[in-house]
């Protein structure tokens, strides 16, 4: 068991059975990758990822472990093509068990000379603010 589906373990028995029951996870494609898990409107980690292929395994892992009635899944679309490898990727994988949206992120970037980018700050911050604001249904092509 990895320390990330511990901490939703532990925060579900903290918040019990009755709060809404959802996963959601902000990706902010790019350079480096943004990645906000959020657990019971809680955020349970943030991560800086370098590749797509890195990005997708960590949400697929997260995806798998971490148990939850809904599983959404928000991407920025800041870089199109990464977001739509990514959302095919997943979606082809999990099919109906998880949504995918598209999020515009416009306005979601700290400005830029905000604390510099430690550690991928900006990026970190871009993917929980796409977490948190809904976009569009992906739909894989046919």
């Known amino acids: 068991m990895t320390i990330l589906s511990l901490k939703a373990k532990i925060l579900r028995n903290i918040m019990g059975p009755y709060h809404d029951d959802q996963l959601t996870i902000g990706i902010d494609p790019g350079i480096r990758i943004g990645i906000s898990v959020i657990f019971l409107h ?23 472990r971490i148990t939850s009635n ?14 739509r490898q990514i ?27 905000t604390e510099a980018n430690r550690r991928g700050a900006r990026d970190i911050a871009s993917a929980r603010a796409i977490a948190f604001r809904s976009g569009r249904r992906f739909k894989p092509p046919a």
Do not use: Y
């Not at 370098?50 to 949400?59: F, Y």
């Not at 095919?88 to 992120?105: A, G, S, Y």
């Open 87 to 113: 959302a095919l990727i997943l979606k082809t994988k999990f099919q109906e068990l998880i949504e995918i949206e598209i999020v515009d992120e416009r306005g979601t970037s700290l400005p830029p000379k």
């Open 42 to 64: 809680n955020e349970i980690e943030s991560i800086v990822e370098s590749s797509p292929e890195a990005a997708i395994k960590l949400v697929s892992h997260l995806l798998s």
């Open 70 to 83: 809904k599983k959404i899944v928000r991407i920025g679309n800041g870089n199109i093509a990464m977001a």
